[in-house]
């Protein structure tokens, strides 16, 4: 059976795939073909966002007795991409090829380091401290839109 750490991990490669096609298109012109990959990313990112933030942290922080904390500083972290990529949004709306590159540079690091304290440090103590719901969370994750 997948562990939760080892799903979570999966789904970052695969939103950081949505991610690089999206840049690609960008670097390209092709902006109907970058609008859908950025649409794809964002949809991709929020699932992922929302698999966090509405099944994980919750069950963690109610185990735990902890809503600070590392869980707390991930949403944080959550909600600064979200403003990037809200940015990143507007300069590609507005063809803004140049800004929206460096936004996706700013937007990279930022995710980057947010997946490193993730697979690092609290996707093991997600697993440590909820591994016996696996299965019962897997399906839960798997479930959200």
């Given at each position: ?19 690089a096609?999206?840049?690609?298109a ?69 063809k ?24 690092g ?25």
């Amino acid at each position: 059976m997948t562990g939760i750490g080892e799903y979570m991990i999966n789904h970052h490669k695969e939103c950081d795939e949505v991610f690089a096609r999206a840049e690609e298109a960008v670097g390209e012109a092709d902006w109907a073909r970058a609008q859908a990959r950025f649409d794809a990313f964002t949809r991709q990112m929020d699932r992922h966002f929302d698999m966090e933030g509405n099944v994980l942290f919750p069950e963690f922080e109610n185990k735990t007795g902890h809503a600070g904390g590392p869980t707390q500083v991930m949403r944080m972290e959550h909600d600064q991409m979200r403003v990037v990529m809200h940015e990143m949004r507007a300069a590609l709306e507005a063809k803004d090829a140049e800004q929206y590159l460096g936004l996706s540079e700013t937007f990279l690091v930022l995710m980057q380091q947010h997946n490193f304290k993730e697979e690092g440090i609290l996707y093991n103590m997600i697993d440590q401290v909820l591994g016996d719901q696996g299965e019962k969370l897997l399906a839960q994750l798997d479930s959200v839109a």
